[in-house]
C-alpha cells in the first residue's frame, strides 16, 4: 500500500514549511537557545545578530506525516516533530505525472 503523500490540512511530504521559534538567550558570539513550540527538547541555532525575546523563523522540508497525532516531522537538522498548527507552508511540491505509455488506450 502506498503512503499518503497530503495530509488533511494539505500538507505533504517533501513540502517546505516554516516555525516560529523563539530566542530563549544568547549562548555564545555565535550560537543562541531557541524554544521551539510543542517540541519539549533544548535546541540551539547559529545566529550573529538575534537577540533574546525575538522570533525566528526555521525553514525545512517535512519527511513524515502523523495525521492520527496531529504531528509533523520537519528536517531542522536534526529532525523535530511538533504539531500541525505549529507548522506553516513555505513551498508546496506537486507530485511527478506519469506519463501513459504508447500501448495504452484508457
Known amino acids: 500500500m502506498t503512503p499518503k503523500r497530503k495530509s488533511a490540512r494539505g500538507i505533504g511530504i517533501g513540502d517546505e514549511v516554516s516555525i516560529t521559534a523563539a530566542v530563549l538567550q544568547r549562548i555564545d558570539a555565535d550560537r543562541v537557545s531557541i524554544s521551539i513550540p510543542s517540541y519539549d527538547f ?9 537577540k533574546a525575546g525575538q522570533n525566528v523563523e526555521l525553514v525545512g522540508k517535512v519527511t513524515r506525516i502523523d495525521d492520527e497525532a496531529g504531528k509533523v516531522t520537519v528536517d531542522l537538522r536534526p529532525l523535530v516533530t511538533v504539531d ?14 506519469r506519463r501513459a505509455a504508447a500501448g495504452d488506450a484508457d
Request: glycine share 4%; proline share 13%; charged share 20%.
Open 42 to 50: 533544548p535546541h540551539s541555532i547559529a545566529d550573529r545578530t538575534a
Open 84 to 97: 500541525f498548527d505549529k507548522v506553516r507552508l513555505v513551498t508546496g511540491i506537486a507530485p511527478p505525472h
